[in-house]
């Protein structure tokens, strides 16, 4: 008789009906996620694990527990730097100009140490993180040891998944195969490879912000705030309220609603997406209240979040002078060239 793989007890308390099926615990969840990113589970079971997640639907245990199986596999450097604040950037942006990246930048400029991870090109149409980026002159790092070196040189460094973990880019885009996101579009945002004490998370989907909140809560995370960010990244959407649902340590979530900051609530689609639009308001020769409003809100909620306001009319006069005093000339401006969105849908 054939003796059962070890990765299979998973698959099965997944699969055993809806009587019998359960979450998995986070120490299962651990293992499970370090087996398959260390290649000991097969290809038809992690196909039938990401799936039988998807339906059942995950529990903040298993988020939590795929999080630090993913986390024992990184190249980490010798010497850690110590960052301030950690960014993911997983959905990409195909309505508005991802103008969180000027909240960012704002941060990194005023001397607050950034480290941001994404993926890319999942989803046709889009403008991704990497690309406004190395626009901007702010180019990917190819390892952990380079990210490292461009935080010490300008508090700022991005990195792409394939970069942290191979494996799980891979399994990120197993999503036109399998038909349906998997559970590595949720927990991927939480890798936090350098232990920074601030975590931001933008979803789409509201009903995995209490999954998110509870997640961080089990990691003992000791600051990190989830809301529904534009497009699903973390950028506050200045016409309309906004919950950011904030955790502290192992305390219970809280929920603050965070109001609108422009008085029109509809917002046309952005139907050019040209990257220089970013650089202008960097720059400060544009003139866009939207992209101001969202720039401004999104600082307003870190800055909260970080610990530096104490209320959100504090936090919104802060971001609004941070704005104001950002170094117009910061941007290195490596990129050339520019290319509507329109343009990348017909590619």
């Known amino acids: ?69 993913a986390r024992e596999t990184f190249d980490l450097p010798e010497n850690i730097p110590e960052i301030d604040l950690d960014w993911s950037s997983y959905a990409g942006k195909r309505i508005q100009l991802p103008w969180f990246l000027l909240s960012v930048l704002a941060l990194s400029n005023a001397g607050y140490r950034v480290f941001m991870h994404g993926t890319e090109g999942h989803t046709p149409g889009r403008v991704y993180t990497s690309e406004a980026l190395a626009r901007l002159g702010f180019p990917s790092a190819g390892s952990l040891q380079e990210a490292a070196n461009h935080i010490n040189a300008r508090n700022f460094a991005y990195v792409p ?80 309220p906004t919950v950011v649902w904030t955790t502290l340590g192992d305390a219970e979530p809280s929920s603050e609603t965070w ?44 800055l909260r979040t970080m610990g530096k306001a104490d209320s959100i009319e504090e936090a919104q006069a802060q971001a609004e002078h941070l704005w104001a005093a950002r170094d117009k000339d910061y941007l290195p401006l490596k990129g050339t060239g520019d290319v509507p969105l329109s343009d990348r849908r017909s590619a």
């Open 259 to 302: 109001p609108a900051l422009l008085a029109d609530p509809h917002q046309e689609a952005d139907e050019n997406m040209q990257i220089n639009d970013l650089i202008d308001m960097w720059r400060g020769t544009a003139d866009n209240p939207y992209a101001e409003a969202s720039i401004t809100g999104t600082l307003a909620i870190t």
């Open 1 to 69: 008789m054939q003796q059962a793989h070890p990765f299979s007890r998973f698959v099965a308390i997944l699969g055993r009906g809806k009587t019998k099926q359960r979450h998995l615990t986070l120490e299962e969840s651990r293992e499970a996620m370090s087996m398959i990113l260390r290649g000991e589970a097969l290809p038809e079971q992690i196909g039938a694990f990401l799936m039988l997640l998807r339906l059942k639907e995950e529990a903040p245990e298993e988020i939590a527990g795929f999080t630090l199986g």
């Open 161 to 240: 998944l394939e970069v942290l973990s191979p494996r799980l880019r891979e399994m990120i885009d197993l999503r036109p195969i399998l038909g349906l996101r998997s559970p590595v579009h949720s927990f991927s945002r939480m890798l936090n490879p350098f232990n920074a004490p601030t975590m931001m998370q933008g979803i789409f989907h509201r009903g995995f912000m209490d999954i998110h909140a509870g997640a961080a809560q089990i990691l003992g995370q000791p600051r990190m705030a989830v809301f529904r960010g534009e497009g699903g990244e973390i950028e506050r959407r200045p016409n309309k």
